[in-house]
């Protein structure tokens, strides 16, 4: 038999590597969507074809949703935020599918789909945590 302690403490680290990742992962997206449009419409057409603002309104949304999943829970200030930031991300994941599909590029979505797999895992995890600890 395992411990539950000790089972209980590894998904704790694995929903918080998880959470790292992502945030990571989308706190780069947000810097990349503030660079120069003609930098990151080489690696990222749409963003050269959509206005200017949209891909900067993004980008601050990214950074919204990075600090959302990690610091509620960081910081123990109101805690409950951080599943709330993951599926907000999920939601706008699967609208980025919706948009790159529309537009011929399903070769792309992918990442969205693995993005959304770790934020529901993440997600899931962080608000059973959130509601194992308000009880």
């Given at each position: ?17 998880a959470q ?33 603002l949209?891909?900067?309104?993004l ?9 959302g ?6 910081l ?27 537009r ?6 992918g ?5 959304i797999?770790l ?11 959130v ?5």
């Open positions: 038999m395992t411990d539950p302690q000790k089972s209980s403490k590894t998904m704790n680290i694995m929903l918080w590597i790292v990742l992502l945030a990571a992962f989308f706190i780069m997206g947000a810097v990349m969507k503030f660079m120069p449009i003609e930098k990151i419409s080489a690696k990222m057409p749409w963003t050269g074809q959509v206005p200017a949209v891909v900067r309104i980008g601050v949304i990214d950074l919204l949703g990075a600090l999943l990690i610091f509620p829970l960081l123990h200030i109101k805690p409950k935020l951080t599943p709330w930031a993951a599926i907000g991300i999920i939601l706008m994941m699967i609208c980025a599918i919706v948009f790159h599909v529309s011929g590029e399903e070769s792309v979505i990442v969205n789909l693995f993005c797999v934020y529901c895992f993440g997600g899931i995890c962080g608000l059973g945590e509601w194992e600890d308000s009880q």
